[in-house]
C-alpha cells in the first residue's frame, strides 16, 4: 500500500505540537519482594504475590530461619577434636550451656567417680576446661535439667554401684547436692519432664536390679524437695526411662526398656498427675534393650520411639501408626551393629527431619543415620568413627558456634571424651522462584536483594520473563550485582533463580530478601498472548526514556510488520521491517536526541500511532 508522505509528516507534526503542551508524566513504577521462603517448595506460579513459597530448589535450606535461605548440609569426612584424655570410665555425655555464654559445653559421669563439666573457652571447640562439680563412684548416666526454673542448667546423675540418686543445683558458681534416693538398686538411667502438669521439672529414673520405672515429683517448683512415686516396679531388667507425651493427650507419659525383660513399652499418665498409670507393650522381643528415645520421625506430628539393642546389634525405631499408641510398626535403621548401646536423635542434615545417632560399645562404632525420605523408611549410615573404645554415649550440639550439629561420644575403655564435626554446608545450591504474574506488559528494569557474603562465596541471579508461564525460555546472564539494569524480554510473567556457591563447607551465604522492579507498558488481557485477535500497538517503554526504547507490539497471526520513527519535525529517524510469529514482540530504538517522537505501526490489517518522549540527562 502507497501513501503521499506529505499527509503523514503534517499528521506527525500536529501530534508532535500536541504533544509539547500535553504534560509529561513518569512511568508508574512497581515491584514485588519476597522475604520469607519458609512456606516451602511445589507452587510453580503463576502468583499475583510470591509470599513464603518458590517453585522448587536443591541444596538449600528454607524453612529453619524465616527470612533467609542458605546452602543445604550433608554429610562430609569427620573430623576429631580431643575434649578429655585419662578420665577413667566416662559413661554419659550431655551438652548444655553451663558457662551461660551462648555456647554448647559438656557434662560427663565417670564410672570412677568424676562428675564434671567441661567448658567451651571461646566457643570455638578447641580449647575445654575441666570443671569437677563432685564424686560420685559408678555414675553411669547424668542429665541437665533446670529443675529450679532460674534459667540455669543443673545436673543430676545415678549410680549402679551406690545405687543412688543425686542433684546439683547451679547457684551461680557453685553447687549444692541432693540426694533424692538411695537403695536404688541397679540404678541405671535418669531423666526429666513434668509429670504432674503443674509446669515444673520432675525426674524419671529406672532401676535394673529393682526392676523399677519410677519419677520424682518436684514438689515445690524449687528442686530442693522430691517424692518418688512408682510407674511400674516389676519392669524386668529396667535399663532406660524417658518422659514423653506419646498419644498426643497433652499428658506426660514414661517410656521404657527393659535389659532382661527385652520388652519396649510406654505407660500411659491417665489423668495427667502421674498417679495413675497404664502399661501398653510396643515390643516384646527386642533383645537386651539398652536405650530409648522419643521423636518424630516419620514427621506425621506424632511421637514415635527408637530403641538401641545391645544383644540384637541394631537400632530400630517404631512409628505411632494411629498416633494413640496402640498401633505401631518397627522398622529397621542399622542392623549389625555390634553391642549398641545408645540411640538418640536431632536434625543432623538441617533438612527438617529427625536423623539418629548411636554408639556401640563392642564395635567402638560412633554414627549417625540419615533420615533419607523424611520418613524414616530410608536411611544413609554415616560412621564417625570405629575407634572409640568402648562406645557408650554420644550426643549432639553446636561445639564450633558455626550454626551446624557437632557429635560428641564418650568412649570409656579409653578414658576420652571426644567431639566430631560431621556435616558441612553443600558447594553450592539453587531455588526457583513461582513465576511472577504482573498482570500486564512489563518492561523490568532492576533486581535488587539483600545477602550476608563472606569472603569467597557467592549470592547471584538469572532471571526470565515471558508471555506464555508454559514456556518462560531461556535464563538470563548471570546478574552478579544488586542493582544491575535487566535485559530481558517485556513481559507479562516473571521469574527469578538464585544460585548460592561456597568453596568452603564451613561457611555459607545467606540471602534475606530479593525485589524486581518494573514500569507498566500496557495492560494485559486475562489468558491472551497477543493482546486480542487484531495486530495491536502496545505503545513504548520506558517512556519517558534517556535516549533509547523499545516499541511493544502485538499479532494475532504470523505477520509483515514496519515501524517508522519520526521526530517533531516529521523526519524518519527509525525503520524497521520484519516478519514477525504470533505473540507479543519489541523492536529497540536507540541514539535519539532529546525531543518528541512518534511511532507509527503498519502491518495488513492495521495502521496505529504512538508517542515517546525523550528526555535530557
Request: net charge negative; glycine share 10%.
Amino acid at each position: 500500500m502507497k501513501e503521499s508522505s506529505q499527509p503523514i509528516v503534517a499528521w506527525a507534526v500536529m501530534a508532535a505540537m500536541l504533544v509539547l503542551f500535553t504534560p509529561v508524566v513518569l512511568a508508574e513504577g512497581n515491584s514485588e519482594t519476597q522475604t520469607d521462603w519458609s512456606g516451602g517448595d511445589g507452587v510453580p506460579g503463576p502468583l499475583s504475590s510470591w509470599g513464603d513459597e518458590f517453585d522448587h530448589c536443591s541444596d538449600i535450606v528454607y524453612y529453619s530461619t524465616p527470612g533467609q535461605i542458605m546452602l543445604g548440609l550433608s554429610a562430609k569426612s569427620p573430623v576429631a577434636h580431643q575434649v578429655a584424655d585419662g578420665q577413667s570410665g566416662i559413661r554419659s555425655v550431655r551438652a548444655a550451656d553451663l558457662s551461660g555464654d551462648g555456647v554448647d559445653d559438656l557434662v560427663s559421669c565417670s564410672y570412677d567417680g568424676r562428675i564434671a563439666w567441661w567448658e567451651n573457652v571461646g566457643g570455638s571447640g578447641t580449647d575445654w576446661s575441666m570443671n569437677t562439680i563432685d564424686d560420685l563412684s559408678g555414675a553411669v548416666c547424668v542429665s541437665t535439667p533446670d529443675v529450679d526454673d532460674d534459667g540455669d542448667f543443673d545436673v543430676v546423675a545415678v549410680s549402679y554401684t551406690q545405687e543412688s540418686v543425686h542433684l546439683w543445683k547451679n547457684l551461680g558458681g557453685y553447687w549444692t547436692e541432693f540426694i533424692l534416693e538411695e537403695g536404688f538398686n541397679g540404678a541405671s538411667s535418669i531423666s526429666y519432664g513434668d509429670i504432674d502438669s503443674d509446669g515444673d521439672i520432675d525426674l524419671v529414673g529406672s532401676a535394673q536390679y529393682d526392676n523399677d520405672v519410677v519419677w520424682w515429683e518436684n514438689l515445690d517448683g524449687s528442686g530442693s524437695n522430691w517424692s518418688k512415686r512408682t510407674v511400674d516396679s516389676d519392669f524386668s531388667g529396667a535399663s532406660f526411662a524417658v518422659a514423653s507425651d506419646v498419644n498426643g493427650d497433652g499428658k506426660t507419659d514414661v517410656i521404657g526398656v527393659s535389659y532382661w525383660g527385652n520388652q519396649v513399652c510406654w505407660w500411659r499418665n491417665i489423668d495427667g498427675s502421674g498417679n495413675d498409670w497404664s502399661e501398653n507393650e510396643i515390643d516384646s522381643g527386642f533383645s537386651g534393650s539398652n536405650s530409648v528415645c522419643a521423636l518424630d520421625i516419620d514427621g506425621d506430628g506424632d511421637q514415635d520411639v527408637a530403641g538401641a539393642s545391645y544383644y540384637g546389634d541394631r537400632v530400630v525405631w517404631w512409628e505411632n501408626r494411629n498416633g494413640l499408641g496402640t498401633v505401631w510398626s518397627e522398622h529397621s535403621v542399622y542392623s549389625g551393629f555390634n553391642g549398641a548401646d545408645f540411640v538418640d536423635g536431632a536434625d543432623m542434615d538441617g533438612d527438617g527431619d529427625i536423623d539418629l545417632m548411636a554408639a556401640a560399645s563392642s564395635d567402638d562404632e560412633v554414627c549417625w543415620m540419615e533420615n533419607v525420605d523424611h520418613t524414616g523408611t530410608e536411611w544413609n549410615i554415616h560412621s564417625v568413627t570405629d575407634d572409640c573404645n568402648g562406645a557408650t554415649w554420644v550426643c549432639a550440639a553446636d561445639f564450633d558456634d558455626n550454626h551446624n550439629l557437632d557429635l560428641a561420644a564418650a568412649a570409656a575403655n579409653a578414658d576420652q571424651l571426644v567431639w566430631w564435626e560431621v556435616v558441612g554446608y553443600a558447594t553450592d545450591g539453587q531455588l526457583y522462584s513461582s513465576i511472577l504474574d504482573t498482570q500486564t506488559y512489563a518492561k523490568y528494569e532492576t533486581l535488587e536483594w539483600t545477602s550476608d557474603q563472606p569472603l569467597m562465596v557467592e549470592c547471584y541471579f538469572r532471571v526470565r520473563s515471558s508471555n506464555d508461564p508454559g514456556n518462560m525460555g531461556s535464563w538470563s546472564e548471570d546478574i552478579t550485582q544488586s542493582g544491575e539494569p535487566l535485559d530481558i524480554d517485556v513481559a507479562r510473567y516473571f521469574q527469578y533463580q538464585v544460585l548460592l556457591e561456597s568453596p568452603d563447607r564451613t561457611i555459607t551465604p545467606l540471602l534475606r530478601d530479593v525485589t524486581v522492579h518494573w514500569t507498566d507498558v500496557g495492560v494485559a488481557e486475562q489468558g491472551s498472548t497477543p493482546v486480542n485477535g487484531y495486530s495491536s500497538l502496545l505503545g513504548t517503554a520506558p517512556n519517558p526514556s534517556r535516549g533509547s526504547f523499545a516499541v511493544r507490539f502485538s499479532v494475532p497471526s504470523p505477520s509483515h510488520v514496519t515501524l517508522f520513527v519520526y521526530d517533531c519535525s516529521g523526519r524518519v529517524v527509525h525503520t524497521s521491517r520484519g516478519f514477525y510469529h504470533r505473540g507479543i514482540h519489541s523492536v529497540s530504538v536507540e541514539g535519539l536526541d532529546v525531543g518528541v517522537y512518534h511511532c507509527r505501526m503498519e502491518t495488513d490489517d492495521l495502521r496505529a500511532c504512538a508517542r515517546a518522549v525523550v528526555l535530557g540527562e
